[in-house]
């Protein structure tokens, strides 16, 4: 089992910026690929960035050149930095782990609501 908790959602103006947080603990060492999904309102949960142990990365278009993924391995952490945000970024994102960078694992966290408005 992986526990995961997220954190640094909220409410933002648009063209702001938000970091989201997620630590993992439990039996990391299943732990390959961590990333960010989201879902919006009335809509499927999609993919939005996603990073391997080795540092490689997979971003949804609608994101590329605005957030950033990172890791700290040492301390199983995974990092959202979201910049230039828009309102079509408003939705609850969710950590999660597994073994790729295209498709979700088993494990999720609780969830984290990102609200961009004025």
């Known amino acids: 089992q992986v526990q995961l908790v997220e954190s640094g959602g909220g409410l933002v103006q648009p063209g702001g910026s938000l970091r989201l947080s997620c630590a993992a603990s439990?039996?990391?060492?299943?732990?390959?690929?961590m990333g960010w999904y989201r879902q919006a309102p009335g809509k499927q949960r999609e993919l939005v960035a996603a990073i391997t142990s080795g540092g490689n990365t997979n971003y949804a278009d609608s994101v590329k050149g605005r957030f950033t993924i990172s890791r700290d391995n040492t301390k199983n952490t995974v990092y959202l930095q979201m910049n230039s945000l828009n309102s079509e970024d408003t939705a609850v994102y969710y950590c999660?782990?597994?073994?790729?960078?295209?498709?979700?694992?088993?494990?999720w966290g609780q969830g984290t609501q990102v609200t961009v408005s004025s």
């Open positions: 439990g039996s990391i060492f299943s732990i390959y690929a």
């Open positions: 999660n782990v597994g073994r790729s960078t295209t498709r979700p694992g088993n494990y």
